[in-house]
């Protein structure tokens, strides 16, 4: 019995020796962060959410996303939009090293552009809106080739500036 309890303790000691350990700076709030996530949200003078998710989704929609999850008591929308993602100096690569050494070289093939949006009311008046887009792209061999955080200002500029205009028009029965 004392051998088994003995055993037992140092199967356990090993296995949590193998434990990976979280480097601390994963833990550590990145100083691009707060401009990120200022570019990623806005405040809109209205408590309604159900409106905002509504002018939200009608903003997404006519940028081509389809609505894939919604609870409107969480104040979430998740959409997405596949396009193309093919790109001219890849296939142009991909002929050379074929015609050079005879291997087949995968390149960028489809695109799923992803959009969360939450809604938060902050104030009796007062709520705000953030939103992140993702992007996954998949090789011509099936195989995801890259996952990245889309930050572009001039993206998030445009969302905002038509989700605003949808709010407004809203609001005033237009």
Same mark, same amino acid.
């Given at each position: 019995?004392?051998?088994? !309890?003995?055993?037992?303790?140092?199967?356990?000691?090993? /296995? #949590?020796?193998?434990?990976? +350990?979280?480097?601390?700076?994963?833990? #550590?709030?990145?100083?691009?962060?707060?401009?990120? +996530?200022?570019?990623? $949200?806005? +405040?809109?003078? $209205?408590?309604?959410?159900?409106?905002?998710?509504? !002018?939200?989704?009608?903003?997404?929609?006519?940028?081509?996303?389809?609505?894939?999850?919604?609870?409107?008591?969480?104040?979430?929308?998740? !959409?997405?939009?596949?396009?193309?993602?093919?790109? /001219? !100096?890849?296939?142009?690569?991909?002929?050379?090293?074929?015609?050079?050494?005879?291997?087949?070289?995968?390149?960028?093939?489809?695109?799923?552009?992803?959009?969360?949006?939450?809604? +938060?009311?902050?104030?009796?008046?007062?709520?705000?809106?953030?939103?992140?887009?993702?992007?996954?792209?998949?090789?011509?061999?099936?195989?995801?080739?890259?996952?990245?955080?889309?930050?572009?200002?001039?993206?998030?500029?445009?969302?905002?500036?038509?989700?605003?205009?949808?709010?407004?028009?809203?609001?005033?029965?237009?």
């Amino acid at each position: 019995m004392r051998a088994l !309890a003995l055993s037992l303790t140092c199967v356990v000691l090993v /296995a #949590t020796g193998c434990v990976p +350990r979280v480097p601390p700076e994963a833990l #550590t709030l990145q100083p691009e962060a707060a401009s990120l +996530r200022q570019l990623q $949200t806005r +405040r809109f003078d $209205t408590s309604n959410e159900n409106e905002l998710l509504q !002018a939200s989704l009608a903003v997404l929609q006519d940028q081509g996303f389809e609505l894939d999850e919604a609870e409107s008591r969480l104040g979430l929308l998740v !959409a997405s939009k596949t396009r193309d993602a093919s790109d /001219a !100096a890849q296939i142009a690569g991909k002929i050379l090293v074929a015609a050079l050494v005879s291997q087949n070289v995968p390149v960028d093939d489809t695109q799923r552009i992803r959009v969360s949006l939450i809604t +938060r009311v902050i104030s009796p008046k007062e709520s705000t809106v953030r939103i992140t887009f993702q992007r996954i792209v998949w090789n011509d061999m099936g195989q995801i080739s890259r996952t990245e955080s889309l930050e572009d200002p001039e993206l998030y500029q445009i969302f905002f500036f038509k989700l605003s205009k949808a709010v407004f028009l809203e609001a005033h029965g237009i």
